[in-house]
T-cell receptor
Framework: NAGVTQTPKFQVLKTGQSMTLQCAQD?????MSWYRQDPGMGLRLIHY???????DQGEVPNGYNVSRSTTEDFPLRLLSAAPSQTSVYFC???????????????FGQGTRLTVV | GNSVTQMEGPVTLSEEAFLTINCTYT??????LFWYVQYPGEGLQLLLK?????DKGSNKGFEATYRKETTSFHLEKGSVQVSDSAVYFC?????????FGTGTRLQVFP
């Protein structure tokens, strides 16, 4: 039972480089989301998706793109990395509320990104 | 909009002490409330939850009661252990978004 799998676990980028953080879940959850965690600021929502082909912006979307071509995968793209994007990134998935199902969110192990 | 406010940490306790971490929320309607825990180097995992007013969530000796009249969901444990040292996040959802507080670091010393 893999749950939510994030790769890579660690990454160092130079300013201006691009990369994709991968996230996959095997629980058939409709809802997937990306958060960044910074000291003193908790988890802030970057982008989320309520199903394949549907994405929306969260609290801090600037500098990030997402797509949801399948139920299982929800990659996060940094097109031109900046030092302000140094953070720990978490992917999460869950069933949607209001469907009589458990709305617990399951998290990946995180990706620690440093932009120099 | 929806928001969660947690007490700032770190909270430093000796083993077997009583723990309270305060959490209050602002939300429309009837949100579900959660406590998540993050151990060092790991992702978040659900500790307990409550889905309606007066519900009490409990797990691993931790408890929290959904108080609609005071819009609170305070986390308590009667006797903490060194292994409880972690960051604790209060969260809510009443839409498709899960909103987190800033987290409270708990440090328990022998």
């Amino acid at each position: 039972n893999a749950g939510v799998t994030q790769t890579p676990k660690f990454q160092v980028l130079k300013t201006g480089q691009s990369m994709t953080l991968q996230c996959a879940q095997d629980m058939n959850h409709e809802y997937m989301s990306w958060y960044r965690q910074d000291p003193g600021m908790g988890l802030r929502l970057i982008h989320y998706s309520v199903g394949a082909g549907i994405t929306d912006q969260g609290e801090v979307p600037n500098g990030y793109n997402v797509s949801r071509s399948t139920t299982e995968d929800f990659p996060l793209r940094l097109l031109s990395a900046a030092p302000s994007q140094t953070s720990v990134y978490f992917c999460a998935s869950r069933t949607l509320p209001g469907q009589g199902a458990n709305t617990e969110a399951f998290f990946g192990q995180g990706t620690r990104l440093t932009v120099v | 909009g929806n928001s969660v406010t947690q007490m700032e940490g770190p909270v430093t306790l000796s083993e077997e002490a009583f723990l309270t971490i305060n959490c209050t929320y602002t939300a429309t309607g009837y949100p579900s409330l959660f406590w998540y825990v993050q151990y060092p180097g790991e992702g978040l995992q659900l500790l307990l939850k409550a889905t309606k007013a007066d519900d009490k969530g409990s797990n691993k000796g931790f408890e929290a009661t959904y108080r609609k009249e005071t819009t609170s969901f305070h986390l308590e444990k009667g006797s903490v252990q060194v292994s409880d040292s972690a960051v604790y996040f209060c969260a809510l959802t009443n839409t498709d978004k899960l909103i987190f507080g800033t987290g409270t670091r708990l440090q328990v010393f022998p």
